[in-house]
């Protein structure tokens, strides 16, 4: 089955600064989508970012971007110049393949960044 | 995303009581997957359901709880006789390459 692994539960940045959130996943598919969802404390679920895995380049949107290392199974989240509107709990999440075609996602336990202003 | 829709936000229920969770999924969509997260948790699939059909419901608890999307209306997520530990918040999605998430209902049984 596949884990997702988030090794830092809480981190901190200063406004304007860049801050990087790490994440590691397991898995022995060779093809598979891998997002970073924002959770605010109004507790909805925001898409940030996705990756293809077939994809070499890194996907960027705007002062996100990620570092995909398929063979060390490392998808990390920089977020540059950091707003306060940034402040929530983050989570990295895999797309597995289920049955029936199911796009289920497997989800770390979260990092939760603090914005300093 | 706004259009997932749930409801309640927020239920409380007594310790063995019936609890009753709506979703309907976004427009044009016909396929929900429910997830839940405990506090302090990241989110874990429950079940994937098409119209009519339970295709995936390999994370739901074997017993109490059950799932359905019929064919007119919203999925209804079902948990009977809950207990304390039912208390988290569960969340619908659906999903064309990308999920989208409801606003979640947060369930406190007390």
């Known amino acids: 089955a596949q884990t997702v692994t988030q090794s830092q539960p809480e981190m901190s940045v200063q406004e304007a600064e860049t801050v990087t959130l790490s994440c590691t996943y397991d898995?022995?598919?060779?093809?598979?989508?891998l997002f970073w969802y924002k959770q605010p404390p109004s507790r909805q679920m925001i898409l940030v970012i996705r990756?293809?895995?077939?994809?070499?380049q890194n996907a960027t949107e705007n002062r996100f971007s990620v570092n995909f290392q398929k063979a060390a199974k490392s998808f990390s989240l920089k977020i540059s110049d950091s707003q306060l509107g940034d402040a929530a709990m983050y989570f990295c999440?895999?797309?597995?393949?289920?049955?029936?075609?199911?796009?289920?996602?497997?989800f770390g336990k979260g990092t939760k960044l603090t914005v300093n202003p | 995303n706004a259009g997932v829709m749930q409801n309640p936000r927020h239920l409380v229920r007594r310790r063995g009581q019936e609890a009753r969770l709506r979703c309907s999924p976004m427009?044009?969509?016909?396929?929900v997957y429910w997830y839940r997260q405990l506090p302090e948790e990241g989110l874990k699939f429950m079940v994937y359901?098409?119209?009519?059909?339970?295709?995936?419901e390999s994370g739901m608890p074997k017993e109490r709880f059950s799932a359905e999307f019929p064919k007119e209306g919203p999925s209804i997520l079902r948990i009977q006789q809950v207990v304390r530990g039912d208390s988290a918040a569960y969340f619908c999605?659906?999903?064309?390459?990308?999920?989208?998430f409801g606003q979640g209902t947060r369930l406190t049984v007390v």
């Open positions: 898995t022995s598919e060779s093809d598979y989508y």
């Open positions: 999440a895999y797309r597995s393949i289920g049955k029936g075609g199911s796009e289920k996602l497997v």
């Open positions: 427009k044009g969509h016909s396929h």
């Open positions: 999605a659906s999903s064309r390459v990308v999920s989208f």
């Open positions: 990756q293809e895995a077939y994809k070499q």
């Open positions: 359901l098409q119209k009519e059909n339970i295709i995936d």
